[in-house]
């Protein structure tokens, strides 16, 4: 699947096309039914599925110092949409340009002219625009005096729970990563380049890949059952844990994944680490010998976890 930019004209292959619209970060079940209906919608005329996102988000550019709150990446977003039958992404880069723009500017500046669409799906939540301008009511009259249809796609529920990237990361930070997965149809996942730490877990049988969390949310400190895809393909087991390792001086905050029956070097390489269930919360131990005991405990439960489901 092809990264286009939403600040300049997109490639004629693409112009013409159905255009889901929103953040859709976490690309939970709402966002793919926006998602899901525009693709439909695009196979039936026989035009382009495009879905357009916003990064960063506009909540990190109008409070720059909020917490990390992010549920995927770009890179994540992207593999979602592709699997979801877009055919390209569109990246709004959302700066001090684009938050300038009032309603009418967006639309015609970067719907009409970069992108040419013939029709956009949003959800009903949707604004955009300068100071939040526009609306689905403002979005359908602009498309209707310039010859694009609007169709908004309603809230999603699973079962009696509403489903929103607030709800998830509320879930996620209480140690629910279950209750996330539910709602995003997949676990949350953390992708990131494994680095170089002190190399203490070697010397105590615990080899671990370390990855810094960026701009993901942080869910519940603690230690997790997880899955994790390596950059060939491989998906193996093991356990993580996520925190500031208060054992060790000084903290520092980090995920931290111990892969089960694996001894070989991914220093450089991205990994994915999905969190499966939350086993318990970070504590301090008195010296290494009682922190191996716990971690011995940890992944005898990662491994029945991960074994059962």
């Known amino acids: 699947m092809e990264r286009l930019d939403g600040g300049a004209p997109v490639p004629a292959r693409y112009r013409g096309g159905i255009v889901a619209l929103g953040n859709f970060d976490g690309f939970h079940l709402g966002h793919q039914a926006v998602i899901g209906r525009a693709v439909a ?55 001090a340009a684009l938050a300038g723009l009032t309603a009418q500017a967006f639309v015609d500046e970067r719907l009409i002219a970069n992108l040419g669409v013939a029709g956009v799906v949003t959800g009903e939540d949707f604004t955009f625009g300068k100071a939040r301008g526009g609306n689905v009511a403002v979005l359908a009259a602009l498309g ?21 990237s607030s709800r998830i990361r509320d879930l996620l930070q209480a140690g629910d990563p279950a209750g996330a997965a539910r709602l995003l149809t997949r676990p949350f996942a953390i992708e990131g380049r494994v680095q170089h730490g002190d190399k203490v877990g070697r010397t105590i049988g615990y080899p671990t890949a370390n990855i810094d969390m960026g701009s993901y949310l942080r869910p519940a400190y603690g230690i997790y059952a997880v899955r994790a895809r390596l950059a060939d393909g491989r998906v193996l087991a093991g356990a993580a844990n996520i925190g500031v390792r208060p054992t060790f001086d000084p903290p520092k905050e980090l995920l931290e994944v111990f892969l089960f029956d694996f001894a070989e070097d991914l220093y450089g390489q991205v990994i994915e680490v999905a969190l499966i269930a939350y086993l318990r919360p970070e504590a301090k131990f008195d010296g290494l010998e009682a922190l191996v005991v716990q971690m011995d405990a940890d992944c005898v439960a990662a491994r029945a976890v991960l074994a059962a489901g």
Not at 53 to 66: A, E, I, L, N, Q
Request: proline share 8%; net charge negative.
């Open 41 to 95: 919608h695009a196979r039936t005329l026989g035009v382009p599925a495009l879905v357009a996102t916003f990064d960063p988000h506009p909540v990190r550019y109008f409070k720059p110092d909020v917490p990390p709150f992010r549920l995927t990446t770009l890179d994540q977003r992207q593999r979602l949409f592709a699997a979801a039958g877009a055919d390209a992404m569109v990246v709004f880069g959302f700066d």
């Open 144 to 164: 209707a005096a310039n010859g694009f249809a609007c169709e908004t796609v309603g809230a999603v529920t699973a079962g009696d729970e509403a489903v929103s």
